[in-house]
């Protein structure tokens, strides 16, 4: 069994048991590294620039 010092947030944060109702990412304790999936967030200049080049077709037709 692993020690859980409770006074570490993260430690806490990972000893609770799973509930459907998580908050979500954005209200993460101060100082507290919440890495989301890779699935869930993939790289986010990429995607950025896949959207932009979409939404510039999009425009260019019109």
Sequence with gaps: SVEIPTHDPVALLDATPATGDRAPHDTAAPGTRSMPEPEQRPSN?????????????????R
């Design 45 to 61: 200049r990429r995607e950025r620039r896949k959207q932009q080049k979409r939404q510039q077709k999009r425009n260019a037709r």
